[in-house]
Each structure stands twice: as structure tokens, then as C-alpha cells.
């Protein structure tokens, strides 16, 4: 089998700049089941709210949600409302921009590499996510 795509799955936790990630060869149900296991086992601590988009795989009903995890659904087309979406900017900015891959080994190498240079920067991912209504909404809710 010939594999054609990478996907990068994302959650970061913009108050301390934490991020969890796993790269798969495809995206459905079942992989956002197993990536929302992941994330609520690197916040094992925490509850975790996502805020996630209209995509199928979000919002399915077989979708399993761990039990420390609330997920909330943005308005459609309002990107800019994800925290996790200036690490898409950032990556294809600073890792991929102007690029030419030998093969799509080399993308997912190049994009393992990017991650693990943001899960060790966590300053850098939280001046990126900590939007000030994240705050205004941790300030107010219970």
C-alpha cells in the first residue's frame, strides 16, 4: 500500500503551553478516539475542554470521549477561534514554507521533528494559543 497523506492531530493546553500530538496515516473516528485517549492521558491531571471544528470524525456519535474531557464546537468558518490553529501557521511558516519533499517520508519526518520542537518549547506554544478570552472563559467558569 501506498500511502498518499499525513495528518497531524493537535491539542494544546494554552495557559502553560503543553501540546499533544500524534501523526496517522488517515483520520476517522477511530483515530480521534485514539488521539482524544492520548490527550487525556498526557492531561491525565487535568479536565480538559477541546474545542474542536465541524469535522465528521468530531462530532460522530461512536466517537469515544474520555471521561476528563468535555469537547465544544466552534461556529462554522471561525478558525481564528481554535487555539490550536496558529501551530498550523507556525509549522508551515517555519518547516515547510518554499520546500521541495523527496517523498512523503521525509514530510512526516520534517513534521515529527517540528512537533517535538514545540512539545519542548512550551513557552512558544503558549504565547501562539493563550487567546485573552481563554482567559476571560477560565476566569469565569466552574
Known amino acids: 500500500m501506498v500511502r498518499e497523506f499525513v ?36 492531561f491525565s491531571d487535568d479536565f480538559c475542554i477541546m474545542f ?3 469535522a465528521g470524525w468530531h462530532r ?17 468558518y471561525s478558525p481564528e477561534l481554535n487555539p490550536a490553529e496558529p501551530l498550523w501557521d507556525h509549522l508551515q511558516e517555519n518547516y ?19 512537533l517535538r520542537n514545540l512539545i519542548e518549547n512550551p513557552e512558544k506554544v503558549r504565547s501562539m494559543t ?7 472563559l477560565s476566569m469565569t467558569a466552574n
Open 7 to 42: 495528518y497531524s492531530l493537535a491539542a494544546v493546553s494554552p495557559s502553560d503551553g503543553g501540546l499533544a500530538s500524534l501523526v496517522m496515516p488517515w483520520v476517522d473516528t477511530e483515530i480521534m478516539s485514539i488521539f482524544l485517549a492520548h490527550v487525556a492521558k498526557v
Open 52 to 54: 474542536l471544528d465541524g
Open 60 to 76: 460522530a456519535n461512536n466517537l469515544r470521549v474520555p471521561e476528563n474531557m468535555k469537547l465544544l464546537f466552534l461556529p462554522p
Open 96 to 114: 515547510f514554507a518554499n520546500r521541495v519533499f523527496d517523498s512523503l517520508d521525509a514530510v512526516e519526518e520534517t513534521l515529527c521533528a517540528a
Open 130 to 136: 493563550n487567546y485573552s478570552w481563554l482567559n476571560t
